[in-house]
């Protein structure tokens, strides 16, 4: 058996489409732009490419779009201020600071200092405590495409073995939680697996669903998982770089051998990676609708 392929760049096209839709509709009914602002500190190439990507796509949708470049040593001082300013910015409805910041700058000091009402990675503790209590709130980028994908890929998620393969705030906690609850691509039994598992090999081998966001190339291999496996591929690996300068990259999982045992499977690039995106563009128009007072 070889996997259906859950292409991302597919379903992100198909919300794209709809979210073009309610942007004209804003404009034009209520006379509502969403506005973005993506804030970047320092020149990490991986980056550079996310938040460059992020502002094309907001401008493609007719989202107002500001992307601030700050050279790497900025002050946290600097950069709060900039935050607060955007935080009463009418322009702007979603604050969007890439991940990672340099060293010096305090990760949860600066998350926390965005306005929750604009907090579309919804990383603030605000959203992630209402996320966790399953009420109204943005959802995290990636884990809410994740739920996108199996949704609009007919994948059934109820009472099955889900395993999480990494515990990062970004997506292993939040994917994790939002699976267990009562809600579409929910309802599922999750274990979540980290670095100090004793034997990830037995969770993999009995999961119906694994989602790998480890951050190792090529980790989980055909005899880790069970035939008819789904697999989730969080993992955007930088392998080498091709003859033209391009970035050569590879998922968690090995695609070429595990797609001959699963059901279906997300490629990478091409699977989750185009639905970050797209679900921080959704998020962006929430918050502009609920700032004009229409949800
Ligand atoms: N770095 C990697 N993923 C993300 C994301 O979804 N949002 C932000 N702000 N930074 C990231």
């Known amino acids: ?67 601030v470049d700050l050279p790497a040593d900025t002050s946290e001082e600097k950069l709060l201020a900039l935050i607060d ?80 393969l990494g515990r990062s705030n970004i997506v292993g906690k939040p994917i994790a939680n939002l699976m267990l609850q009562k809600r579409p691509s929910g309802n599922a039994t999750v274990t979540l ?10 969770h993999t081998r009995r999961a119906d669903i694994i989602i790998a966001a480890v951050g190792v190339p090529n980790l989980v291999k055909a005899n880790q998982v069970k035939d008819g496996v789904v697999i989730i591929d969080v993992g955007v690996n930088r392998i080498g770089m091709s003859e033209s300068g391009k970035a050569i990259l590879a998922g968690d999982v090995d695609f070429n051998e595990v797609k001959e045992k699963a059901s279906f499977i997300t490629p990478v690039p091409g699977g989750v990676g185009p639905m970050t995106i797209t679900m921080l563009m959704k998020n962006t128009v ?8 229409l949800i």
């Open 1 to 67: 058996m070889s996997a259906k392929i859950i292409s991302g760049v597919e379903i992100a096209k198909a919300i794209r489409e709809e979210l073009t839709v309610v942007v004209t509709e804003l404009k034009d009914k209520h006379n509502v732009v969403p506005g973005l602002v993506t804030i970047l500190v320092g020149e990490n190439p991986a980056s550079v490419s996310y938040v460059t990507a992020k502002s094309k796509t907001a401008k493609a949708l007719g989202i107002y779009s500001e992307q």
């Open 85 to 164: 300013q955007y935080n009463n910015d009418e322009k702007i409805n979603g604050i969007l600071v890439q991940l990672p910041l340099p060293k010096h700058i305090n990760e949860a000091k600066v998350l926390y200092a965005i306005d929750p009402n604009k907090d579309v990675d919804g990383f603030h503790p605000v959203n992630v405590g209402k996320m966790v209590l399953g009420e109204q709130c943005f959802l995290p980028c990636t884990p809410h495409g994740i739920l996108e994908m199996l949704e609009r890929s007919g994948v059934e998620t109820s009472g099955k073995e889900v395993v999480v």
């Open 193 to 202: 697996c980290h670095t100090r598992t004793k034997d990830t090999d037995f």
């Open 286 to 293: 929430q918050a502009a609708k609920q700032a004009a007072g």
